[in-house]
C-alpha cells in the first residue's frame, strides 16, 4: 500500500509555509505539527512581523499544537521544521515531551546538533536530511537577495 502521507508529504508542506516566510520577509522557515497522520498545527518564522525574537516557527507550532489538544505535552506528536532548530527551540520541544522531530536543512551555525543530542527528550525520535536540499535552496535564495 503506497502511504501519501509520509515524512516527505509533510515536509514539503513545511516548506510551503517556508516560502510564505520568505515572500513576508522572513527567514525562511516553515513547521508543521502531525499527530495520527493528521496536521494539526502550522506555523512559519513572524520574528519581524510580531517584534519577537522568540516567534520561531517551531515555537508558534508547539503553542499551536498544544491549544488543539489542550495540552503542554506532545508525545504522539511529530513536528516537521524545514531547518534544523536552535537550541531555544530544541528545549522547547524537550519541555513539550515531542515525540518526533523530523527537519530538513542541517545549521551548523546555530542548530541543536552543535550541543548533542541530549538537548531534546530523551524518547524524541529524530530524523534529519529530509528534502534538505530544497530547503538549503530557499535560504540561500533569500540571504543571497537580502545582500543584494
Not at 508529504?9 to 509555509?17: I, P
Not at 535564495?141 to 543584494?148: G, S, V
Request: charged fraction near 25%; glycine fraction near 8%.
Amino acid at each position: 500500500m503506497l502511504d501519501l502521507f509520509n515524512d516527505t508529504y509533510f515536509m514539503n508542506e513545511a516548506l510551503r509555509l517556508a516560502h510564505r516566510a520568505a515572500e513576508e520577509g522572513e527567514i525562511p522557515v516553515g513547521a508543521v505539527v502531525v499527530c495520527q497522520r493528521r496536521i494539526i498545527a502550522r506555523a512559519y518564522n513572524q520574528t519581524e512581523k510580531l517584534h519577537d525574537v522568540t516567534a520561531h516557527a517551531e515555537i508558534l507550532a508547539v503553542t499551536a499544537a498544544a491549544h488543539y489538544l489542550g495540552s503542554k505535552y506532545l508525545p504522539d506528536c511529530t513536528l516537521y521544521v524545514t531547518l534544523e532548530p536552535c537550541v531555544m527551540c530544541a528545549g522547547a520541544l524537550s519541555w513539550a515531551q515531542l515525540g518526533g522531530l523530523v527537519y530538513g536543512a542541517a545549521d551548523e551555525k546555530r542548530g541543536f546538533s552543535r550541543l548533542g543530542k541530549g538537548v531534546l527528550h530523551p524518547k524524541t525520535k529524530l530524523k534529519n536530511g529530509v528534502l534538505a536540499a530544497e530547503s538549503e535552496e530557499l535560504l540561500r535564495n533569500f540571504f543571497r537577495r537580502l545582500r543584494t
